[in-house]
């Protein structure tokens, strides 16, 4: 079985669909997608009619809980950057409509699979021990070891920080899939593919460059 992971799309549908034309010439079976899905970029709506599309799991990110919690209407800006924080909420709401919002809402903030080899495959945004709190490359392990919670899997397939790692603390191997639509250089989007059998786990991450955005 081998599995594409993706996280922190950030509605960037153009690199979602950069992704996924990569990730054809390697082959996978089934989608996976670490939440943070639809907001703030420029096309919520078309990143979840990919993601429905392809069937993705799905767990709820940050934003898509603050998506579903927040009603834009009721919100006021003291500044230029609350205003247009607000505008794209306002956007992001109207496209997406009432049921997709709900069900952004309702994703589940953990998921777990077993895989071939024994092994449960635990999908989750930040952590295990809180869903909101991302692991960071620059965590020392007894910083990661506070964040595996009570039933971590074998692996944990997590985003929110937006830099790709693969790291085993305490028989605990913690894979970050990175950010298809927020990668700090934004010159490229991450993704990583999980393969899975009978004889063990096989992790590889790629990068996907992107064209630079058009001049104004």
């Not at 943070?36 to 009619?49: M, R």
Request: charged fraction near 20%; hydrophobic fraction near 40%.
């Amino acid at each position: 079985m081998r599995f594409l992971c993706v996280s922190d799309i950030h509605g960037h549908a153009a690199a979602l669909r950069a992704v996924l034309r990569e990730a054809e010439g390697y082959g996978f079976d089934q989608l996976i997608a670490c939440g943070d899905l639809c907001f703030p970029g420029p096309e919520p709506l078309e990143v979840w009619k990919i993601l429905v599309q392809h069937r993705a799991l799905c767990t709820q990110g940050v934003g898509d809980r603050a998506l579903a919690a927040i009603d834009p209407e009721k919100l006021s800006a003291t500044g230029e950057a609350e205003r247009a924080r607000i505008d794209r909420l306002r956007k992001a709401h109207r496209e997406l409509g009432d049921i997709i919002v709900t069900r952004l809402g309702q994703l589940p903030p953990i998921a777990r699979l077993p895989i071939e080899s024994g092994h449960t495959l635990l999908v989750v945004h930040g952590s295990p021990a809180d869903p909101t709190e991302p692991f960071d490359i620059n965590m020392s392990d007894e910083e990661m070891l506070a964040l595996l919670g009570d039933e971590p899997g074998d692996i944990i397939v997590c985003g929110g920080s937006h830099v790709p790692f693969d790291r085993s603390v305490a028989d605990v191997r913690i894979v970050n899939v990175g950010s298809v639509g927020e990668a700090p250089a934004g010159d490229h989007a991450s993704a990583t593919l999980i393969t899975t059998s009978q004889l063990g786990i096989q992790v590889e991450q790629i990068t996907v460059p992107l064209p630079a955005p058009a001049a104004p």
